[in-house]
Every structure is written in C-alpha cells, then in structure tokens.
C-alpha cells in the first residue's frame, strides 16, 4: 500500500537518489542544500509517497500568500503508471488550499514530455510567460564557482 507524508531527515538519502534517477537533479543545484532550504519554510510541504517503507516519490510545495508551487515532483520508474504522482499532487493541492491557496503553478522543462502530459492530464493550462531568474546564492559545489542559467 502507498502513503503520503512528510518528508522526514530520514528519507534524504533515498529522497536525492530518486531526483538523481528521475533526471530532475542538476549541476548548479545541489539537491541536499535544496532540501535543508525547504526544511527552513513549509516543511509540510515537502512530502514523500511511501511503500513498504521505501520512497518511491516526492513533491515540494510551497505558498508565499499569492500563489502556490509544485516543486521536485518525482515518481521512481518502478512505480510510474500507479497513480504515484497523481497522489502526490493532490495532496499538495489539498494543503495549499487548506492555507488559503487560490492558484498552483509550475514549471516544466520543455523537453519533459511526460510531464507534460501528465499536468495536462491533471487540468493544469499552460501559459505563456517568460520565466526568469536571478541567483542569489551560489552553492559550492565542491571546488569552483556555479553558474546557472
């Protein structure tokens, strides 16, 4: 049987393992300073799907008071086509909107076809908007200097 729940410091190993496998990890983000970042705001949010004791899939969310956001949302391949993400994702809807949450939005590499798929299945729209970022911090990552686009 799945569940959902909290992310707990437990599960970071396994939780930075299924990114890496899912392909969300990249170069310029390491994926535990990600994570002690998000158990510093709304680590409620921050939920991992759970079978026999092993995670098998993780979503962040977050609510800054306008909008809410879907972050990390990760199926192991084992387990995709089971409703994995689905439940993830309702549930981080259901706390969003418990807060107060009016609207959830995302971002999608355009390449990332099945996830594409995926939020279209589960009535998110695309719009059109230019997404735009500004790094604050550069994490080391072990040697030099980072740069992101």
Not at 89 to 112: F, H, I, S, T, Y
Not at 114 to 137: N, Q, S, V
Request: glycine letters at 10%; proline letters at 5%; hydrophobic letters at 40%.
């Amino acid at each position: 049987m799945i569940g959902i729940r909290a992310f707990a410091s437990t599960d970071e190993d396994a939780v930075v393992a299924l990114w890496e496998e899912a392909g969300l990890t990249r170069p310029w983000n390491d994926p535990r300073v990600d994570i002690r970042r998000k158990l510093t705001v709304q680590p409620e949010l921050f939920l991992v799907a759970v079978e026999d004791r092993r995670v098998i899939g993780s979503v962040m969310a977050g609510y800054d008071g306008h909008r809410g956001w879907l972050y990390y949302l990760a199926t192991a391949p084992s387990s995709r086509g089971r409703g994995v993400a689905r439940a993830l994702v309702a549930e981080a809807e259901r706390l969003l909107e418990a807060m107060g949450c009016p609207k959830v939005q995302l971002m999608v590499r355009p390449d990332n076809t099945g996830a594409r798929g995926l939020y279209d299945a589960l009535g998110y729209e695309p719009f059109d908007t230019w997404a735009t970022g500004k790094r604050l911090i550069v994490d080391d990552l072990g040697g030099g200097s980072a740069s992101a686009p």
